[in-house]
């Protein structure tokens, strides 16, 4: 039995941070009257500790990947026409002059 410490969330909403019992047999930890499914790939370490992410609903851990989300690449044609570039670079400069103003 390892002493791990389990991410508790909801709906991608931390509830709380807990220390588990984590049995590598079976890949249950326990935590009082309650276990959940934490798979050893989903392991992260901070200062000499094991941390991992678990949805409650679904009482199984899951990845970093899946809690934070990953970046995607839009697909864009080679051969954009030039009207639509440029309202695309009229909204991202737009939003950023925008974003600068609500800072100050």
Same mark, same amino acid.
């Given at each position: 039995?390892?002493?791990?410490?389990?991410?508790?969330?909801?709906?991608?909403?931390?509830?709380?941070?807990?220390?588990?019992?984590?049995?590598?047999?079976?890949?249950?930890?326990?935590?009082?009257?309650?276990?959940?499914?934490?798979? +050893?790939?989903?392991?992260?370490?901070?200062?000499?500790?094991?941390?991992?992410?678990?949805?409650?609903?679904?009482?199984?851990?899951? +990845?970093?990947?899946?809690?934070?989300?990953? +970046?995607?690449?839009?697909?864009?044609?080679?051969?954009?026409?030039?009207?639509?570039?440029?309202?695309?670079?009229?909204?991202?400069?737009?939003?950023?002059?925008?974003?600068?103003?609500?800072?100050?």
């Amino acid at each position: 039995m390892k002493i791990i410490r389990l991410i508790l969330l909801k709906k991608g909403n931390l509830l709380d941070i807990v220390k588990a019992k984590w049995d590598e047999t079976t890949n249950l930890a326990k935590i009082k009257n309650q276990r959940y499914y934490v798979d +050893s790939k989903h392991f992260f370490y901070r200062k000499k500790r094991i941390y991992a992410f678990v949805d409650i609903n679904r009482s199984k851990s899951i +990845s970093g990947n899946e809690v934070l989300g990953e +970046s995607v690449e839009p697909n864009l044609s080679d051969n954009i026409d030039m009207k639509l570039q440029n309202y695309l670079n009229y909204l991202t400069e737009r939003s950023f002059w925008q974003s600068l103003k609500t800072l100050s």
